[in-house]
C-alpha cells in the first residue's frame, strides 16, 4: 500500500475516534455511492453529518483542507443526497471536514463543523 494511502487511513482513524470521543455516533466509514465516496458518516443529535477527512504530512503549499474544492463539495453533496435518500433520513444534513497535519512528532487535528452549505450549482 503506498504511503499516501496509509496517510489517509491513519488520518481516518484519528477523525473517527475524536468524533467519537465529541459524542458523535459513526453511522458508516467508507460509503460508495457508485465511483464517490463518504469518509465518515456519523450523527451529531438528530442530524446526519458528512465529514470529509483530508490528511496531509506537510502543509506547506496548503492547509489540508483547502483540498476540498467546489468540485470536491459537488461530489459529496450527490453522496449525501444517495444516502439521505437511501436511509429514507428527512432531518438536517450537515458537512464537515476534520483535517489532520501528521508531522514527525507533531499532530494537529482541526474540525471544521459547517465547513460548507449544499448548493445548487
Known amino acids: 500500500m503506498s504511503e499516501h494511502i496509509h ?21 458508516e466509514r467508507n460509503w460508495r455511492f457508485g465511483k464517490e465516496e463518504i469518509d465518515i458518516i456519523a450523527r451529531d443529535g438528530p442530524d446526519i453529518v ?3 477527512v483530508k490528511t496531509r504530512s506537510s502543509n506547506v503549499f496548503a492547509e489540508p483542507e483547502a483540498s476540498v474544492t467546489k468540485a470536491k463539495q459537488r461530489v459529496l453533496v450527490r453522496a449525501a443526497n444517495a444516502y439521505v435518500n437511501f ?14 497535519l501528521l508531522m514527525p512528532g507533531k499532530e494537529v487535528v482541526n474540525h471544521i463543523q459547517d465547513a460548507f452549505y449544499a448548493t445548487r450549482s
Open 7 to 27: 496517510l489517509g487511513k491513519a488520518g481516518e482513524e484519528i477523525a473517527a475516534v475524536m468524533l467519537a470521543g465529541k459524542g458523535y455516533r459513526i453511522l
Open 87 to 100: 436511509k429514507r433520513f428527512s432531518g438536517e444534513v450537515r458537512f464537515d471536514i476534520v483535517s489532520i
Open 50 to 52: 458528512i465529514i470529509e
